[in-house]
């Protein structure tokens, strides 16, 4: 079975910076894209970014671009996100996700189960 650990969650000031990590097991990880979603609570599940199974192509979604970024270590069988200039808006639960294959526009086949990020003075 496949297992997704987010870590790295918690409270930090507007403008602020924040590192998420996912930890990996149970799956051959460089053989797989992976992405991170968040939800608002009350909202829906929004797509944040993606990283394919080398590390050397990625996409964010327009409201983190240029602020957020992932990235992965195969070695460590590790996904992270570095959060920087962090808003309000930005608080969210962010969820580690993998996908079915090569590219993060495949099937999404398993998620963590959350860590809490909360932007806040």
């Known amino acids: 079975q496949v297992h997704l650990v987010e870590s790295g969650g918690g409270l930090v000031l507007p403008g602020g910076s924040l590192r998420l990590s996912c930890a990996a097991s149970g799956f051959t990880f460089s053989s797989s894209a992976m992405s991170w979603v968040r939800q608002v609570l009350g909202k829906g599940l929004e797509w944040v970014s993606g990283i394919n199974t080398d590390g050397d192509n990625t996409s964010y979604a327009d409201s983190v671009k240029g602020r957020f970024t992932i990235s992965r270590d195969n070695a460590k069988n590790t996904l992270y996100l570095q959060m920087a200039s962090l808003k309000p808006e930005d608080t969210a639960v962010y969820y580690c996700?993998?996908?079915?294959?090569?590219?993060?526009?495949?099937?999404?086949?398993?998620w963590g189960q959350g860590t809490l990020v909360t932007v806040s003075s």
């Open positions: 996700v993998k996908s079915k294959g090569g590219s993060w526009t495949n099937p999404l086949d398993a």
